[in-house]
């Protein structure tokens, strides 16, 4: 009986190499499921825990259910927080509390900078909360900073009152705010030509993942068939074939 031929130039694969192997990709299968899961928790978790420090402090201390319970209870400045909001709400509507409020904007009106602060900071409140014109829910297409060269932005609001007046040119204007990456939170704010301005049909929020991850996180476009997202073990054979290129 023939023996079966063996190439003396192949060597088998070491049984503990593909064990680490198969580790390694475990490790990147877990972690693509639990980061996303981990960093939302933890960031939900520092916000409530922000919230707490602020509010308790202010909070009598036998209105307090740690001084009852002894244990640090995380959430309960939050709802401290909520109940405070909903009651000066409800005051705010009434005779009484709108006399109030009038009286201390008239008594805030008479200083010098804390009125600059205090009006600036309502208006921009009364902009995001009450306005019911449209703003920031249009992602859009600008050539930042110069001819040639695209950015990502968020449509305001058109240019009202003195700006779009004296812009030297016939067509309206928008305000467009182009956020940076990674922290879309701070920007610029510009003023475009409606005609400069190309609106795109993605949403606020998929243009926000991708100014967050630097162009990394595309969204599906509108109308093409989604691609189903990888299981388990699709995910480990990726992660296997990213090890395999990476060893050469």
Same mark, same amino acid.
């Given at each position: 009986?023939?023996?079966?031929?063996?190439?003396?130039? $192949?060597?088998?694969?070491?049984?503990? $190499?593909?064990?680490?192997?198969?580790?390694?990709?475990?490790?990147?299968?877990?972690?693509?499921?639990?980061?996303?899961?981990?960093?939302?928790?933890?960031?939900?978790?520092?916000?409530?825990?922000?919230?707490?420090?602020?509010?308790?402090?202010?909070?009598?201390?036998?209105?307090?259910?740690?001084?009852?319970? !002894?244990?640090?209870?995380?959430?309960?400045?939050?709802?401290?927080?909520?109940?405070?909001?909903?009651?000066?709400?409800?005051?705010?509507?009434?005779?009484?509390?709108?006399?109030?409020?009038?009286?201390?904007?008239?008594?805030?009106?008479?200083?010098?900078?804390?009125?600059?602060?205090?009006? !600036?900071?309502?208006?921009?409140?009364?902009?995001?909360?009450?306005?019911?014109?449209?703003?920031?829910?249009?992602?859009?297409?600008?050539?930042?900073?110069?001819?040639?060269?695209?950015?990502?932005?968020?449509?305001?609001?058109?240019?009202? !009152?003195?700006?779009?007046?004296?812009?030297?040119?016939? &067509? %309206?204007?928008?305000?467009?705010?182009?956020?940076?990456?990674?922290?879309?939170?701070?920007?610029?704010?510009?003023?475009?030509?409606?005609? %400069?301005?190309?609106?795109? &049909?993605?949403?606020?929020?998929?243009?926000?993942?991708?100014?967050?991850?630097?162009?990394?996180?595309?969204?599906?476009?509108?109308?093409?068939?989604?691609?189903?997202?990888? %299981?388990?073990?699709?995910?480990?054979?990726?992660?296997?074939?990213?090890?395999?290129?990476?060893?050469?």
């Amino acid at each position: 009986m023939l023996e079966p031929f063996e190439d003396p130039n $192949h060597s088998p694969k070491p049984r503990k $190499h593909r064990l680490l192997t198969n580790l390694r990709a475990s490790f990147l299968t877990g972690l693509v499921v639990i980061a996303p899961i981990g960093l939302t928790i933890y960031l939900i978790w520092s916000v409530v825990g922000w919230i707490d420090g602020f509010v308790l402090p202010l909070v009598p201390a036998r209105f307090n259910p740690e001084q009852y319970i !002894g244990i640090n209870l995380r959430g309960v400045g939050v709802i401290f927080f909520l109940l405070f909001t909903i009651f000066v709400g409800w005051v705010a509507k009434g005779i009484i509390g709108r006399s109030l409020i009038n009286a201390a904007e008239e008594l805030v009106g008479q200083m010098p900078v804390v009125r600059s602060i205090y009006n !600036g900071l309502k208006q921009i409140a009364e902009t995001v909360f009450a306005q019911q014109d449209t703003s920031f829910d249009k992602a859009c297409m600008i050539e930042y900073p110069r001819r040639g060269v695209w950015a990502l932005g968020f449509i305001s609001t058109p240019a009202k !009152g003195e700006i779009n007046r004296r812009a030297p040119t016939e &067509d %309206d204007l928008l305000s467009v705010f182009v956020p940076t990456t990674p922290n879309p939170t701070s920007g610029f704010l510009l003023y475009f030509p409606r005609r %400069d301005v190309i609106e795109l &049909d993605m949403s606020v929020e998929d243009a926000a993942k991708l100014v967050i991850s630097a162009g990394l996180v595309y969204p599906p476009e509108r109308g093409a068939a989604p691609t189903p997202a990888p %299981d388990g073990g699709e995910l480990v054979k990726i992660n296997e074939k990213a090890v395999a290129s990476t060893r050469g």
